[in-house]
């Protein structure tokens, strides 16, 4: 009998699983926004949807249809893409509301942010300098956050 790998193929350690109202427009949302692929999808004799998994980028969400037992719950997710600003304009034509527009941050990233239909924050970011821990204490500092 063959070893089973115990982190699924296209997974890594930690997933995201969003329990959400609204799970097909939240979908959607994925898809326009971030193109999301939708992967599996398992729906309930009622039709709501019980289980979804989605690809964005080289990571798995997966998510569902909130109910009695398991409750929608906002979530923060940090979503490195290679042009923050597309994405995030991207976002808002797909109906994300927007936290804050793309700006330089003092930690080397250029970063915006949008809230999804759902109440989901997703902070858009991308990587422009590699900081020593030294440089980005000192940066912190300055800008009033160490």
Known sequence: ???VNPI???YHTVTP???VTGA???IEFLKQAFGAE???RSTLPDGRIGHTELRIGDSMIELSEGNEQWKPMPCAIHLYVPDTDAVYRRAIEAGGVSLFEPSDMFYGD???GVADPSGNQWYIATRQEELTPEELARRAKAAGKG
């Open 1 to 3: 009998m063959s070893r």
């Open 17 to 19: 699983y969003l329990i």
């Open 110 to 112: 250029r970063s915006g």
């Open 38 to 40: 939708e992967i599996y």
């Open 24 to 26: 097909g427009q939240l």
């Open 8 to 10: 699924p193929k296209g």
